[in-house]
């Protein structure tokens, strides 16, 4: 298999500026990235706040599940379990000299209120001692008066981690749980505790099924022809000047410093609640980021006629139908590779961290336009902009100087290099052999930006059942 679009011409030498312009980028690029990389390593993990989670709805739902599924699905010993990762996580932040958040104290002290009184009373006055709405309860519990279930109520309401601290807070502020909603919360945490743990297992069967079955059919009857890869009449030089200067040096570098504080003005005067004005900031900021590198490839591209039928980048969405059936079906596919490499490396290596912010804000968000402009940007902007530079121009152009197969490993590469986070690189590099492979065996870009948009909506949608 050849990629089509022509080579350009060897005889033709790039002027010196050009040259110039590309290794100073590819300098640059190489420097942010890797102290992104290293930075990663300080940065949060999501993850442990997702365990947190999962344990707190186990912990919710575990009165309402029959006896014969409850655990499997909340485990042996919820409480204890929860237990466990509260006092995890709160050592491991104390250790790191970093404060304890204020919900985590308050959830550990509501815990050991019905075990260990005195250990609460000073994680209470712990929590007394700052703000936000946990300081309010915390200094009701300490005075040991009960309140009224409505004061109860309306404190407790006010707290945004979570339903079970809710629902404990009430409880224990008015001294028993039967004015707390305990059945509502039950039952909703029931229905999300099988979202998150039995559909993503169901889903993980189909894929190591459709994946069995792919590998059989191909070692009986062979890999069997891919489609014609077409790509930009591009140069090795222009991806770099594309990928270094466009899509870091001035998408990453340049864009947020010239950006960020014109729209944290422009919307700073307006009247938005601050969930939604964040939205908006995360929306602007990354058309912003993509404006850069999208009209260097424009300029690129515009001199470069007459264009292959499907254009330079072969997005050929229709027939709709066939591009999703091909994206789903390698979805599937890829899941279990993807999840059994991120399960690997916590063997190995535990959670390093340096999960992406934005997951951490559609996590905590509770504003429902918010998490609108949330996954606008994660489920349509990203897989559209990210697929054209790395599968539209990458892949192609590196598969007609090095062949088809280094022409994925690369575009995975460099994809995965690009979300600067050395504890997400292993999965990312999967996931990006996954949509290359899609991008040269249909021979459609758009098969490949689906493929990356169910796979972000299916982490935006755990991301909000386990927040909501």
């Not at 030089?237 to 340049?254: C, I, Q, R, S």
Request: hydrophobic content about 50%.
């Amino acid at each position: 298999m050849t990629a089509g679009g022509g080579r350009p011409e060897s005889s033709d030498r790039p002027p010196g500026w050009k040259v110039a312009v590309a290794l100073v980028s590819l300098a640059i690029s190489l420097l942010l990235w890797l102290n992104g990389l290293v930075t990663s390593l300080d940065r949060p993990s999501v993850g442990h706040d997702l365990n947190r989670r999962q344990l707190e709805l186990a912990v919710l739902a575990a009165p309402q599940l029959p006896p014969s599924i409850r655990s499997l699905l909340a485990g042996a010993e919820p409480l204890n379990a929860l237990e466990q990762e509260l006092e995890r996580q709160r050592t491991s932040l104390e250790e790191q000299g970093t404060p304890p958040p204020a919900n985590l104290l308050l959830e550990q002290a509501l815990l050991d209120l019905r075990q260990q009184p005195r250990a609460a009373r000073s994680l209470l006055r712990q929590v007394a001692g700052g703000g936000g709405p946990e300081q309010a309860i915390a200094a009701a519990l300490l005075q040991e008066q009960p309140l009224q279930p409505s004061e109860a109520r309306r404190l407790s309401e006010e707290l945004h981690q979570g339903p079970l601290l809710q629902q404990w807070s009430c409880a224990s502020l008015v001294g028993s749980g039967s004015s707390c909603g305990d059945q509502q919360a039950a039952s909703r945490a029931t229905i999300q505790l099988v979202a998150v743990t039995v559909l993503p297992v169901l889903t993980l069967l189909v894929g190591v099924s459709l994946l069995g079955r792919e590998l059989w059919l191909r070692w009986r009857r062979g890999s069997g022809a891919m489609a014609l890869l077409m790509g930009p009449n591009l140069s090795a030089l222009d991806v770099v000047l594309l990928v270094a200067g466009g899509f870091v040096v001035v998408g990453e570098l340049l864009t947020p410093l010239l950006v960020a504080p014109l729209l944290e003005a422009g919307l700073g005067n307006l009247a938005l609640a601050p969930a939604l004005r964040q939205g908006l900031s995360v929306v602007g900021l990354y058309l912003a980021l993509m404006a850069g590198p999208l009209m260097i490839l424009w300029l690129m591209l515009r001199g470069q006629v007459p264009a292959p039928q499907g254009g330079w980048l072969q997005f050929r969405l229709q027939p709709l139908g066939t591009s999703f059936r091909r994206a789903f079906k390698t979805f599937l596919m890829v899941l279990p590779l993807v999840s059994l490499v991120g399960w690997l490396q916590g063997q190995i290596w535990g959670d390093p961290g340096g999960s992406n912010p934005l997951l951490e804000l559609v996590l905590n968000s509770r504003n429902l336009p918010a998490l609108a402009c949330f996954a606008f940007t994660a489920v349509v902007l990203a897989p559209l902009f990210e697929e054209t530079i790395f599968r539209g121009v990458l892949l192609p152009v590196a598969a007609r100087e090095l062949g088809s197969g280094w022409g994925v490993v690369i575009s995975a590469a460099v994809f995965a290099i690009a979300h600067l986070s050395l504890g997400e690189l292993p999965p990312l590099f999967v996931l990006g052999l996954g949509l290359g492979w899609l991008r040269l065996s249909s021979g459609r870009l758009g098969a490949s930006v689906l493929m990356h948009a169910l796979w972000n909506a299916l982490t935006f949608s755990n991301l909000v059942l386990l927040g909501s």
